[in-house]
């Protein structure tokens, strides 16, 4: 099993940018990518982004395409989302993911984080 720890949520003005932490311990090895999803109120957990911790490669979701960009620190066994341009839309409870692929359903994701609080206000 892999232990995941989500960091850097907040209230943010939109427009503003915030910086999302996912730190790693456990099996990691077992694990080749780190995966963020989102879940508003009401609505479901959606698919935002995920990278590949072997060779740095990342998926997006088309909502965060140019304002999003994930990165890793492989010695922290750390990634980061930084968010920028936030919008309202953005408003939600981030969680970071472990699993096998750069997959987007959550159903391949089999380790996850308690997930940190994204507000972002008009």
């Known amino acids: 099993q892999v232990q995941l720890v989500e960091s850097g949520g907040g209230l943010v003005q939109a427009g503003g940018s915030l910086r999302l932490s996912c730190a790693a311990s456990?099996?990691?090895?077992?694990?080749?990518?780190r995966g963020w999803f989102r879940q508003a109120p009401g609505k479901e957990r959606t698919f935002v982004a995920a990278i590949s911790w072997s060779d740095g490669s990342t998926n997006y979701a088309d909502s965060v395409k140019g304002r999003f960009t994930l990165s890793r620190d492989n010695a922290k066994n750390t990634v980061y989302l930084q968010m920028n341009s936030l919008k309202p839309e953005d408003t939600a409870v981030y969680y970071c993911?472990?699993?096998?692929?750069?997959?987007?359903?959550?159903?391949?994701?089999?380790?996850w984080g308690q997930g940190t609080q994204v507000t972002v206000s008009s």
């Open positions: 993911a472990a699993g096998p692929g750069l997959s987007p359903s959550r159903y391949e994701y089999d380790s």
């Open positions: 456990g099996r990691t090895f077992s694990r080749r990518t």
